[in-house]
């Protein structure tokens, strides 16, 4: 058997781990760990207790930062707003000093970039690099224009990186009756993703938990009730290769050197899905791209 053929047997033997309570990824001690939550600026009950479970989590596995995948705050963005749909439930996490890196959603005033603790550094897209060997790609898919595009493109083949990670809040792949896959969107990214090499990819606006199975060899995880719900909304189909749709949740992320380990917990703290996926040698994605 291929190695190609091996690693999608990793993948998908690993669909029905049992639930386990809070964080139970192996914290390998050279790995970066971090934690997703995506469509969480609400300011109710069901994003405290996200946080509260967030939090939980850090105690067995020490996440250095946050990825926030847009609609970041709903509705009113005054400075108190920005204390009870932010700095209010996620204060245990901001006193130790994790941060936290947003994109901008569809419901979130382009001037967050300007937020200090969004840690944007003014720009509505932007990369950074937090460990050697990883680099994450924050895009802005509200305005996907060719300035953009070009700078995608510019950032992913100069990376030099062995994981390439993007974030965003609209998904090119979702099984959400709501919203869906963005077709559109698709065109735009998925040929770039294919030709520099991207490995996975984060988004959130539709309501519920999706992993979606391989797209050409990329990884993809939609993630986004952190605070708001739309139960029922997966419409099952071949995308799915597990998915939760009736209650709130976050992620938790470990990349090591060839592995990505992944557990997306419920705010009641149970295990809704984990797992780990191989890292595919850059032969492997294009033959899965049919490059």
């Given at each position: 058997?291929?190695?190609?053929?091996?690693?999608?047997?990793?993948?998908?033997?690993?669909?029905?781990?049992?639930?386990?309570?809070?964080?139970?990824?192996?914290?390998?001690?050279?790995?970066?760990?971090?934690?997703?939550?995506?469509?969480?600026?609400?300011?109710?009950?069901?994003?405290?207790?996200?946080?509260?479970?967030?939090?939980?989590?850090?105690?067995?596995?020490?996440?250095?930062?946050?990825?926030?995948?847009?609609?970041?705050?709903?509705?009113?963005?005054?400075?108190?707003?920005?204390?009870?749909?932010?700095?209010?439930?996620?204060?245990?996490?901001?006193?130790?000093?994790?941060?936290?890196?947003?994109?901008?959603?569809?419901?979130?005033?382009?001037?967050?970039?300007?937020?200090?603790?969004?840690?944007?550094?003014?720009?509505?897209?932007?990369?950074?690099?937090?460990?050697?060997?990883?680099?994450?790609?924050?895009?802005?898919?509200?305005?996907?224009?060719?300035t953009q595009l070009?700078?995608?493109?510019?950032?992913?083949?100069?990376?030099?990186?062995?994981?390439?990670?993007?974030?965003?809040?609209?998904?090119?792949?979702?099984?959400?009756?709501?919203?869906?896959?963005?077709?559109?969107?698709?065109?735009?990214?998925?040929?770039?993703?294919?030709?520099?090499?991207?490995?996975?990819?984060?988004?959130?606006?539709?309501?519920?938990?999706?992993?979606?199975?391989?797209?050409?060899?990329?990884?993809?995880?939609?993630?986004?009730?952190?605070?708001?719900?739309?139960?029922?909304?997966?419409?099952?189909?071949?995308?799915?290769?597990?998915?939760?749709?009736?209650?709130?949740?976050?992620?938790?992320?470990?990349?090591?050197?060839?592995?990505?380990?992944?557990?997306?917990?419920?705010?009641?703290?149970?295990t809704v899905d984990?797992?780990?996926?191989?890292?595919?040698?850059?032969?492997?994605?294009?033959?899965?791209?049919?490059?």
């Amino acid at each position: 058997m291929s190695r190609l053929l091996v690693s999608l047997a990793v993948v998908f033997s690993l669909s029905s781990v049992a639930a386990r309570d809070l964080a139970s990824l192996p914290t390998l001690p050279d790995s970066l760990k971090f934690a997703v939550i995506g469509d969480s600026g609400t300011g109710s009950s069901p994003q405290y207790r996200v946080a509260e479970k967030l939090a939980a989590s850090r105690g067995t596995f020490p996440f250095e930062f946050a990825l926030m995948l847009g609609d970041n705050l709903y509705g009113r963005e005054s400075e108190r707003d920005f204390q009870n749909k932010f700095e209010k439930p996620y204060k245990p996490l901001l006193d130790a000093k994790v941060k936290f890196y947003a994109a901008l959603g569809n419901h979130d005033d382009s001037n967050q970039r300007f937020y200090k603790l969004f840690n944007m550094g003014g720009k509505s897209y932007y990369s950074f690099k937090p460990k050697d060997g990883v680099r994450i790609f924050a895009l802005d898919t509200n305005y996907m224009d060719k300035t953009q595009l070009d700078w995608l493109e510019k950032e992913l083949a100069a990376s030099g990186s062995d994981w390439k990670i993007a974030f965003f809040h609209h998904p090119i792949y979702s099984s959400g009756g709501r919203h869906g896959s963005d077709l559109e969107l698709r065109a735009q990214l998925e040929p770039i993703f294919l030709e520099h090499g991207v490995d996975a990819v984060f988004a959130g606006h539709d309501h519920f938990y999706e992993r979606i199975k391989p797209q050409k060899g990329i990884y993809y995880f939609l993630s986004g009730a952190a605070a708001k719900l739309r139960s029922g909304d997966v419409t099952r189909s071949e995308l799915t290769a597990k998915s939760f749709d009736t209650g709130y949740h976050f992620m938790l992320v470990e990349v090591a050197k060839d592995a990505l380990h992944f557990q997306a917990i419920s705010d009641e703290g149970t295990t809704v899905d984990s797992g780990v996926l191989p890292r595919l040698s850059d032969e492997d994605k294009k033959r899965l791209a049919g490059l």
